[in-house]
């Protein structure tokens, strides 16, 4: 025979098995049980001091909950169906080890505003980590781009070779990209830092609480001043999934660089052995696993977004039950996004070595210096657009003999126009190109270096 539920009393008859199942969350918003038993013990200690229970209460639940602490964490509690969900599993347990005490703890507080608590205290313990993960990553793509400040790597546009850059200042596009993954965390954290405690189901409660008091008890910047809109509230959770979409936007890019740069068309980098795997019918093949998953894995995160906007749009004020189905896709996309930071981490640290003799070739065998020398023109009084246009027709004529910029002759260059000198060869040269786009935020050699210097502040 089932146990009893918390609500049972207004039912004739026991709940049907399958909808029992369909119904309960013990199997996912166990995640949530650390949070609920520290909240529960700010709430014993309200009650308490609201003299709503006795001290000697107080001491009962706070050690009855504990205990319920060390026995989960010891694997000695693991509740299942017949506990509907989290909440109800530890009140039962609690009231078995402390009986009566045990019923109290609920006085003042329904399911509503218990499980946007945990939620709340979850997911702000989660972006601390996930926060402290940027960092990581931030710091090892620093670490590879102070070794290749002066290492060229071509830059596209449309996929197409534009520009010889720096692969540091590559790197460092990336950084800015996690730099503003941590800040927009940084800024939800604060309007997750909120406390539904108190709001009872959805009009408060008569008993005199004080909510600021389990507030600042469990961390929070203050209360939510609506009790509706405390215990219904999920903007928090679609503004972290919408930011832990971005971070999988912003590691998806990357990976889908990484893909292409080892594939043997580029032969930029190599991926060691690992950091990758095998082909069980091709042996020659090194396949680049960590960045194809994280490049897969990011729909999936895309999705709980999507999921959660629509869960909402159309949800009455206050708590619905729909809303357990906020959990289960918050929870994954929490394990999807520090999982991805996690093995990029461990590939940009240790699973990645740059053919930098390939680079240098790379960056020589193209027109991705015609710029330069229209730059070279407009810099000699040449107005731009005509030097553009003049460029244009170089690089047509040379494709069509086979030459590239740097084989023509002296001659040639001054034949094509007279302001052409010797000097024209240097600032062409790959390693001058680059160096040359000193402008703020470019890919000049001493600005990448200023940058490097700015970013190793902001992780420090």
Same mark, same amino acid.
């Given at each position: ?11 004739e008859s026991s709940l049907n098995p399958e909808i029992e199942r369909f119904n309960a969350s013990i199997g996912f918003d166990i995640e949530l049980i650390e949070y609920d038993l520290t909240g529960s013990i700010a709430h014993a200690k309200m ?14 639940? =706070? ?33 078995? +080890?402390?009986? !009566? #005490? ?20 979850? +997911?702000?313990?989660? =972006? ?5 993960? @940027? ?37 460092? #596009? ?13 800024? @939800? ?57 971005? =971070? ?9 660089? =990484? ?11 190599r991926l060691k052995d690992n950091c990758a795997t095998g082909s069980s019918i091709m042996p020659q093949k090194k396949n680049p696993d960590v960045p194809e998953l994280v490049r897969g894995k990011a729909g999936r995160v895309f999705g709980h ?8 749009? #159309? ?15 918050? %929870? ?39 710029? !330069? ?31 590239? +910029? ?27 190109? @680059? ?9 000049? %050699? ?15």
């Amino acid at each position: 025979m089932n146990p009893q539920k918390t609500w049972s009393q207004r039912f004739e008859s026991s709940l049907n098995p399958e909808i029992e199942r369909f119904n309960a969350s013990i199997g996912f918003d166990i995640e949530l049980i650390e949070y609920d038993l520290t909240g529960s013990i700010a709430h014993a200690k309200m009650l308490a001091k609201t003299g709503i229970i006795s001290e000697d209460d107080r001491e009962k639940l =706070i050690s009855g909950l504990e205990t319920i602490r060390q026995e989960y964490r010891n694997g000695e509690f693991n509740p299942g169906i017949e506990s509907e969900d989290v909440h109800f599993a530890v009140e039962r347990r609690l009231t078995e +080890l402390v009986g !009566d #005490a045990g019923k109290k703890l609920h006085t003042a507080r329904s399911r509503n505003d218990q499980v946007g608590t945990d939620t709340r205290l979850y +997911l702000r313990d989660r =972006i601390a980590r996930i926060r402290q993960q @940027i960092r990581n990553f931030q710091t090892v793509l620093l670490d590879l781009a102070e070794r290749h400040v002066e290492t060229p790597i071509p830059g596209y546009t449309h996929l197409q070779r534009a520009q010889p850059i720096s692969l540091a200042h590559h790197l460092l #596009a990336y950084f800015e990209m996690s730099q503003r993954d941590w800040e927009r965390l940084g800024e @939800i954290a604060k309007r997750v830092n909120v406390s539904p405690l108190g709001c009872g189901a959805l009009a408060g409660t008569t008993f005199p609480i004080d909510r600021h008091y389990t507030a600042e008890l469990l961390g929070f910047d203050r209360p939510y001043a609506n009790s509706l809109d405390g215990v219904s509230d999920r903007d928090f959770a679609i503004e972290f999934l919408n930011a832990a979409s971005l =971070i999988m936007v912003h590691l998806s890019r990357l990976s889908e660089e =990484i893909i292409l740069w080892a594939s043997q068309e580029f032969s930029f980098v190599r991926l060691k052995d690992n950091c990758a795997t095998g082909s069980s019918i091709m042996p020659q093949k090194k396949n680049p696993d960590v960045p194809e998953l994280v490049r897969g894995k990011a729909g999936r995160v895309f999705g709980h977004l999507q999921g959660m906007l629509v869960l909402m749009k #159309a949800l009455p004020l206050a708590y619905n039950k729909d809303l357990q189905e906020d959990k289960e896709a918050l %929870f994954d996309a929490v394990k999807t996004v520090q999982g991805c930071l996690e093995a990029m981490t461990i590939l940009f640290r240790e699973g990645l070595e740059f053919h930098t003799q390939r680079l240098a070739e790379a960056v020589a065998e193209d027109f991705s210096n015609a710029t !330069d020398v229209a730059d070279y023109l407009a810099a000699k009084g040449v107005p731009f657009r005509e030097a553009y246009n003049l460029v244009g027709k170089v690089v047509r004529t040379c494709l069509e003999s086979g030459k590239l +910029l740097k084989d023509l002759t002296l001659d040639e260059w001054q034949a094509l126009h007279p302001k052409f000198e010797s000097d024209i060869y240097e600032s062409i040269s790959p390693q001058q190109v @680059i160096a040359a786009r000193n402008s703020f935020g470019g890919t000049g %050699f001493d600005r990448v270096r200023e940058a490097l210097a700015v970013a190793r502040e902001l992780v420090r």
